[in-house]
């Protein structure tokens, strides 16, 4: 058990320029979260797989955002376009279901976006 | 909808003293509820949950919350703290959905 991963830790780009972050979750985790945090906030939800399925999606995740996991494994999270305001911290976790652990979510140290 | 509230954002404390950071939710369903704290320049990590059962829920460094349904509250205590718990500590609510709803968090700032 290595922990949540998340690639690149730091993002530097330009207004308008698109980005895609990694996360990779504990290996036996089916299920898989994304958030973004600003400075001075709790995470605010962003989108939830199950294995391969997205089965939620915030109505902060704008069509300039798009998830995937593909197999159920990995995933990424790409903002097209980025935006002064998609400045954040974006956070990812995994939790596993059916076990005395439902519902505990793991977090990765997160990927520090700054757009300029 | 969901929605959680940190009453207090920074507390400061001396060591030993007994603390509580208070947190509120609102929900028209079941909930489960959770307390997160983030370490200086470490990640989010679960402190402790509710989801059944008994309504006062331990951690393994002394803190406890208690869940007070008719209040509509989670708040978190420790009777004697620690220069190590200075951190960040965040409340959150789910309700099965897995949309969880974070607080905006309390700073807990331990003086010697």
């Known amino acids: 058990d290595t922990g949540v991963s998340q690639n690149p830790r730091h993002k530097i780009t330009k207004r308008g320029q698109n980005v895609t972050f990694r996360c990779d979750p504990i290996s036996e985790h089916n299920r898989l979260y994304w958030y973004r945090q600003t400075l001075g906030q709790g995470p605010e939800f962003l989108t939830y797989f199950q294995n391969e399925a997205q089965l939620e999606k915030s109505r902060l995740l704008s069509d300039r955002f798009s998830a995937e996991r593909p197999k159920g494994s990995f995933s990424t999270l790409e903002i097209q376009r980025t935006e002064q305001g998609d400045s954040a911290m974006y956070l990812c976790?995994?939790?596993?279901?059916?076990?005395?652990?439902?519902?505990?979510?793991?977090f990765g140290p997160g990927t520090r976006l700054t757009v300029t | 909808a969901q929605s959680v509230t940190q009453l207090d954002s920074q507390v400061p404390v001396f060591e030993e003293a007994p603390v509580e950071l208070r947190c509120n939710y609102s929900s028209s369903v079941s909930v489960y509820l959770f307390w997160y704290v983030q370490y200086p320049n470490q990640g989010l990590q679960l402190l402790l949950k509710?989801?059944?059962?008994?309504?006062l829920v331990e951690s393994i460094n002394g803190f406890e919350a208690e869940f007070n349904k008719s209040q509509t509250s989670f708040h978190l205590r420790k009777p004697s703290v620690h220069i190590s718990d200075t951190a960040e500590y965040f409340c959150?609510?789910?309700?099965?959905?897995?949309?969880?709803?974070f607080g905006a968090g309390t700073r807990l700032f331990v003086k010697a």
């Open positions: 509710y989801l059944s059962g008994s309504t």
């Open positions: 959150a609510v789910d309700t099965g959905g897995f949309k969880t709803i």
């Open positions: 976790a995994s939790s596993i279901s059916g076990t005395s652990a439902d519902y505990e979510q793991y």
